[in-house]
């Protein structure tokens, strides 16, 4: 009997232990919510990696912050790593084995722990290995970036993250310095590759000389070569390995998704957080890929250094990518020896606190169609010249898309292949002044508006490309002139102008009626241009504006010019799902739980950070009461407020919850079940 009990005794104490053990089973990366990245990018000079690393002060930052998952230092941009590799460089100042420390502890707490390491941009390994650079146009060694035809990736990269990985029993990759710091390639490799696709003995250097655009996507077919190579490779030796390649299949490589990739993933703008991540999760939200957004935890000002921001700027950034229904992760700098002071602790605790309230109402949510704007990379692969990383291209997106949210229209950001097959769930689509698009692209565009949807052309350069079926006659060439819109609505009591100068397209409606109009002085009496038009065609409309609205609007940001946009989407979108009564600085969300559950996300963005200036903010007001209403098909059931649950003030007839919500500060979701 006493064997017996022991026995039975045994086999408890082990199915608790095989217990403990699946529960601490880190969170696959797909279905990973809240996540924290380190790095400090090794270098030569430093003295003291990991000296002040303790089990200890891991397991306070995973007790309070409570992340899936943890990136930590592995090889920065100078190609130095942080821990002794026998393979590459390891920087001199290393005292303690720091991924080893972290994977001790991330496994007791059940954490996945992944590593940043960069791959095209490796320094020491071209100063090591020149042969292993690419050349720029004159034939000089570039210091920082490799090649990608070139031997790194089999000498260097793939057997380095073999390595990395066995040693430490990674669960993941999180590669950086790739795809946007890959440059256009004239090394002798790069340069027999190009010949032996197209047969030309020479390359362009610039865009005035042939084959410019062939050049360019030249590059840009084989860096995805080169990704699928690496990727391919590590998948092979550890199948379980979660990686991700920073940027690529975002906005800066806006391309079907290739290369086998376990997410995506990418770090914005440590200054211009809010308003870049707007646009890169509406991007990676339509990407059908798991994702997720990286904040800095950190910005500076002129002339200094870096400082930690505080919880409420962290937690206005992370509802930006929150209400899109993506992962979201804070970047901090530990200091050189590996240690995090307790501020930051604590702040991470508080913003890890604040997204996990709105988990269930906003993680791995999908949009309800409502206006898509183009992201047109036909436009992009013909404008920037980079390889990958197309800063200064998309102003114009920018502008049409900040102007609608100011105007509290639910957005989607979408790519040509994206949009294509979904066309007709979205009652509205925007092309911001793009010059470029796939014939087949356009032909569709207007089958699309034929069945019964809206097309707006923002900007002369696409309205150009639709001119037959625009209702208009353009006169002469486009021009750069002086130009005020004149606005119809009131602001503050007063109907006003603002200034929209550029370069606009005169025309002459001929069947399209006149929306709005464009004075070359402030006096609207006289000397008036049309400025905007809209169209009948087939079920649906068409409309254009022939000047640079969008572009204007970006650089400005003024009201006139936002309620300019107004005048024209009305008549193009007279019935969206959702409508809000209140101030332009909340932005609109309208999307499905994962359970199917209609939800509106509300995001207040006043006071959000400005460059240089006002970097860092530590309080957000309040606004309110914000009407809020809602088109449905039946009765609710129920409505609620996220994160607080508190009740709502609603009443649905014919088809429309009108609901009340008494104040918002920084982010909630109204939950409709």
């Not at 696959?28 to 089990?55: C, M, Q, V």
């Not at 992760?329 to 508080?350: C, F, H, K, V």
């Not at 309800?368 to 436009?379: C, K, N």
């Not at 353009?474 to 002086?482: D, H, I, Q, T, Y």
Request: include cysteine.
């Amino acid at each position: 009997m006493f064997r017996f009990i022991v026995s039975i005794g045994l086999i408890v104490v082990m199915n608790m232990s095989i217990h403990c053990e699946a529960e601490k089973r880190p969170v696959p990366r797909r279905d990973a919510f809240f996540g924290l990245h380190f790095d400090l990018h090794p270098n030569k000079n430093d003295t003291s990696l990991g000296a002040d690393i303790t089990e200890d002060m891991i397991d306070r930052l995973l007790t309070r912050v409570r992340p899936d998952y943890v990136q930590y230092d592995c090889k920065g941009h100078a190609g130095y790593t942080g821990y002794p590799t026998e393979i590459g460089w390891p920087s001199p100042g290393i005292v303690k084995d720091s991924l080893a420390i972290w994977r001790k502890v991330t496994k007791e707490h059940g954490v996945g722990l992944y590593i940043h390491y960069s791959g095209v941009w490796d320094s020491v390994a071209v100063e090591h290995h020149p042969e292993w650079a690419r050349l720029d146009a004159e034939g000089k060694v570039d210091p920082n970036a490799t090649s990608v035809f070139g031997r790194y990736i089999d000498e260097l990269l793939i057997p380095q993250l073999k390595e990395v990985v066995s040693k430490y029993d990674l669960d993941g990759l999180w590669v950086d310095g790739e795809c946007w710091a890959t440059k256009l390639d004239y090394s002798p490799a790069a340069l027999e590759a190009w010949k032996k696709e197209t047969g030309l003995d020479t390359a362009p250097r610039d865009r005035s000389e042939p084959n410019w655009l062939e050049w360019k996507m030249f590059h840009r077919r084989h860096y995805e070569d080169y990704l699928c190579r690496w990727v391919d490779a590590l998948h092979a030796f550890r199948p379980n390995l979660q990686i991700t390649s920073n940027w690529m299949y975002s906005t800066l490589a806006p391309l079907p998704v290739r290369a086998k990739l376990d997410y995506l993933s990418g770090d914005y703008s440590p200054g211009l957080s809010v308003d870049r991540a707007r646009v890169e999760a509406r991007y990676l939200a339509s990407t059908g890929m798991p994702w997720d957004l990286m904040a800095w935890g950190f910005d500076k000002g002129q002339k200094l250094d870096w400082s930690l921001k505080t919880p409420i700027h962290l937690q206005q950034e992370s509802a930006v990518v929150l209400m899109q229904g993506g992962g979201f992760q804070i970047y901090n700098n530990p200091t050189r020896s590996g240690y995090l002071p307790d501020a930051m602790i604590e702040t991470l605790g508080q913003v890890s606190d604040f997204c996990r309230e709105r988990k269930e109402a906003g993680f791995k949510s999908r949009t309800v169609p409502q206006v898509a704007v183009l992201l047109s990379a036909e436009t992009i692969w013909d404008r920037s010249d980079n390889v990958f990383s197309p800063w200064g291209c998309y102003d114009e997106l920018e502008g049409a898309l900040h102007a609608l949210l100011e105007l509290h229209y639910s957005v989607d950001v979408l790519a040509e292949y994206q949009l294509e097959p979904r066309l007709s769930e979205f009652p509205l689509v925007i092309v911001p002044d793009c010059y470029k698009l796939p014939e087949d692209f356009k032909n569709t565009l207007l089958r699309y508006v034929e069945n019964g949807g809206s097309l707006l052309l923002m900007g002369e350069k696409c309205a150009r490309l639709f001119e037959p079926h625009l209702g208009v006659t353009f006169e002469g060439e486009p021009k750069e002139v002086r130009a005020e819109l004149a606005c119809n609505a009131a602001i503050g009591g007063i109907v006003g102008i603002a200034n929209a100068s550029g370069i606009w397209q005169k025309v002459v409606p001929t069947e399209a009626v006149a929306v709005g109009y464009r004075y070359p002085t402030r006096d609207t009496r006289k000397d008036g241009e049309v400025a905007s038009t809209v169209v009948p065609f087939g079920k649906g409309k068409i409309g254009a504006v022939y000047g640079p609205l969008a572009l204007d609007f970006f650089r400005s940001h003024h009201p006139y010019l936002r309620e300019c946009v107004r005048e024209i989407v009305d008549p193009l979108f007279e019935n969206p799902a959702v409508e809000i009564d209140g101030p332009p600085c909340i932005d609109v969300a309208l999307r499905r739980t994962r359970d199917g559950r209609l939800s509106v996300h509300l995001l207040n963005v006043a006071n959000a950070p400005h460059v240089d200036r006002y970097g860092i903010i530590d309080f957000i007001p309040e606004v309110g009461p914000i009407g809020v209403k809602i088109r449905t098909e039946g009765k609710p059931k129920a409505i609620s407020w996220v994160p607080d649950g508190g009740k709502i003030r609603w009443s649905w007839k014919d088809g429309m919850v009108t609901a009340t919500i008494p104040n918002l500060h920084i982010h909630g979701v109204l939950i409709v079940e």
